[in-house]
């Protein structure tokens, strides 16, 4: 039983990030599949799991926080600003209480600068065809939401990585 072997191996490791990529595309009946299921339930790290949309790099980058960054967030806002081939994060809150205090704790000006703000509300806007990334970074939750809404502009999204923490 394949799930049950990374279940077991991602808990005795002390790993930072279990990434998995998807076999079967998130965005029909099942918001993740039974199998993704079970393992982001089971997990005791960080799961990423990515879905493949013709990805080529990360120069733009749409990235989802509910309300609150925790820790594994911010790690990947730094690693991804901390990119020469990142231009631009553009961070959405869903919960429309502008940028969490942390980031400015967290980030340092230069990374600042690389970073953009929008409130959910303008999430549809950000995702319509004039407004090219090349990466969603959506935490689980959120993609659970997302995907409760059966938005046909589901299918417009660029390749996705969803991710949960359990730092």
């Known amino acids: 039983d394949v799930q049950n072997e990374i279940i077991k191996t991602a808990n005795r490791g002390n790993f930072d990030l279990l990434l998995m990529g998807s076999a079967r595309s998130v965005f029909t009946e099942n918001y993740l599949g039974g199998k993704i299921?079970?393992?982001?339930?089971?997990?005791q790290?960080?799961?990423?799991?990515?879905?493949?949309?013709n990805y080529n790099d990360s120069s733009r980058v749409l990235l989802m926080i509910p309300g609150i960054a925790d820790t594994f967030s911010i790690r990947i806002i730094n690693n991804l600003l901390a990119s020469d081939k990142t231009r631009l994060v553009t961070?959405?809150?869903?919960?429309?209480s502008g940028l969490p205090p942390e980031f400015h704790a967290e980030l340092s000006p230069e990374m600042m600068d690389k970073l953009s703000f929008k409130a959910f509300s303008k999430l549809a806007s950000e995702l319509q065809a004039g407004k090219n990334y090349d990466l969603l970074v959506v935490p689980v939750e959120e993609w659970k939401k997302l995907f409760s809404k059966k938005s046909p502009d589901l299918a417009k999204l660029p390749s996705v990585l969803i991710i949960k923490s359990r730092v």
Do not use: A, P, S, W
């Not at 790290?45 to 949309?53: A, E, L, P, R, S």
């Not at 961070?91 to 429309?96: A, E, P």
């Open 37 to 43: 299921r079970k393992v982001l339930h089971d997990c």
């Open 45 to 53: 790290c960080n799961i990423g799991i990515f879905v493949d949309k």
């Open 91 to 96: 961070l959405v809150n869903t919960r429309d």
